[in-house]
């Protein structure tokens, strides 16, 4: 059989410039493999094979099963008679913690970004650097399967492990309660599943572009790292210091300015990646939230306390879904624009 067809682990440049020598297959049963699905196999095999990522996985998971022990022993305390969304027992298990240690969604605003950024910030240059590309550039494929390929795989493992992640701890949560989720506690998991593959995607694209811009792997490592020091610890202090200088000690007392700041604030956060994607979880994983803005009493008279059902809940969050998605295309369009054009030549 053919070396492009061989596992994804042996897959090199060679595979891909014997895809191209191999002639043609008469049946489609003997057809050889499309070189973007080749180079899709191999960049799989070298991020599950990568130390980084072996790291971030066990971190990862370790973070998840603390999380999920954590909101086990508080779970009874957490259950409340009056509490609208008792049902929603393994929401719970996400969200529940004791203050010793964050829950899970918050463990994955907080890891997600790294896993981005270890899994793109030497797709190029990495290349580049060890003359690799200018040779697979050299056969006859198309420049962007490169660039589509390192995005695809690294979404691939992303999802997969993230997913394996969330079932993994919905079944530990079964065997330690003896209770089934409900249909809508799946839907919303598996709903919170696919905003973290996406958030995680956003910072993945950011990586993929540094790669692109510059030459040293260590350089658009620590640029990455930056960038997400700066959202998650000092943009909200940017932010405070802001709305603290603009507020006029003359219109405290104004309430329409006030509530004009809660919403400058509130408006201002949410260009951080991390706020939307915590105001988007935590309404999936909390039936309870009902907005996300500053509510006046004539908008809470009359209102009953009770969960909203999954369809509002995915309509609150449509905005930062949105958001999040549009962040993670202009990205990639930043890094595949200039990769396309840039002039590649052999060492």
Do not use: C
């Not at 010793?100 to 463990?107: A, Q, W």
């Not at 799946?186 to 919170?192: E, G, K, M």
């Not at 943009?235 to 006029?248: E, H, L, V």
């Not at 004539?298 to 009953?304: F, K, V």
């Amino acid at each position: 059989m053919h070396e492009a067809t061989a596992k994804a682990g042996n897959v090199s440049v060679k595979s891909i410039a014997g895809w191209f020598r191999r002639p043609a297959r008469k049946t489609a049963e003997e057809a050889p493999e499309h070189p973007f699905r080749v180079l899709v196999q191999k960049e799989i095999a070298d991020q599950v094979r990568s130390w980084q990522f072996i790291i971030l996985i066990v971190l990862i998971t370790l973070t998840a099963l603390a999380s999920l022990y954590t909101a086990l022993t508080n779970l009874s305390s957490a259950i409340k008679p009056d509490d609208p969304t008792a049902s929603y027992i393994f929401l719970k298990l996400f969200t529940v913690t004791d203050g010793t240690m964050p829950s899970f969604f918050v463990f994955l605003s907080f890891l997600g970004p790294l896993l981005g950024i270890a899994l793109g910030f030497d797709a190029i240059n990495s290349e580049q650097n060890r003359g690799t590309l200018s040779r697979l550039l050299a056969q006859p494929i198309h420049r962007d399967y490169i660039i589509n390929a390192k995005f695809a795989a690294s979404l691939t493992v992303v999802t997969i492990m993230f997913f394996a992640l969330g079932i993994l701890v919905m079944g530990l949560g079964i065997l330690a309660t003896g209770i089934a989720p409900t249909p809508e506690e799946v839907a919303r998991i598996l709903l919170f599943l696919a905003v973290s593959v996406l958030y995680v995607a956003f910072w993945l694209n950011m990586s993929v572009w540094l790669s692109v811009k510059f030459r040293q792997p260590a350089t658009s490592a620590l640029t990455g790292i930056a960038v997400w020091i700066f959202f998650t610890i000092f943009y909200s202090m940017i932010i405070n210091m802001i709305i603290k200088g603009i507020n006029s000690p003359t219109l405290q007392a104004n309430p329409a300015y006030q509530l004009f700041l809660v919403k400058l604030r509130l408006g201002l956060m949410r260009l951080a990646p991390n706020a939307l994607y915590s105001e988007a979880v935590s309404t999936l994983l909390m039936p309870s939230v009902r907005s996300l803005g500053p509510l006046t009493m004539e908008q809470l008279s009359g209102a009953l306390p009770g969960p909203l059902p999954l369809g509002q809940s995915v309509l609150l969050i449509w905005p930062h879904i949105t958001a999040l998605v549009a962040g993670t295309v202009l990205w990639f369009v930043l890094a595949y624009v200039p990769f396309m054009r840039r002039e590649i030549r052999s060492r």
